[in-house]
Nanobody, 125 residues
């Protein structure tokens, strides 16, 4: 089993920055595609960033492109999400998810087999 634990969420003013971390344990971390997803009240869960096993490929939807950056340190078993220029619309619970078999960053969230517990990000206007 792969265990994932997110941290770094909190309250920030619009225009501010936060860095989320996702620490993994239990399996060989480099064997997993990782993504960050978020879910706001009343909305579907959406992928906001994805990173390949080696870290060489990344994905961002248009809603966060240019503001969010995903990175991974396989030696530390940790994935990061740097979020800049935050907007109130970014308010959500943020989750990291992992799977060894995902082939596309456009795969539905249900394709990811391992999930963290989530961390709340609140952006005030």
């Amino acid at each position: 089993q792969l265990q994932l634990v997110e941290s770094g969420g909190g309250l920030v003013q619009a225009g501010g920055s936060l860095r989320l971390s996702c620490a993994a344990s239990g399996r060989t971390f480099s064997g997993y595609v990782i993504c960050w997803l978020r879910q706001a009240p009343g909305k579907e869960r959406e992928v906001v960033a994805g990173i390949s096993k080696s870290g060489g490929n990344t994905y961002y939807p248009d809603s966060v492109k240019g503001r969010f950056t995903i990175s991974r340190d396989n030696a530390k078993n940790t994935v990061y999400l740097q979020m800049n220029s935050l907007k109130p619309d970014d308010t959500a619970v943020y989750y990291c998810a992992a799977d060894p078999a995902v082939r596309s960053f456009l795969a539905p969230p249900s394709n990811y087999g391992y999930w963290g517990q989530g961390t709340q990000v609140t952006v005030s206007s």
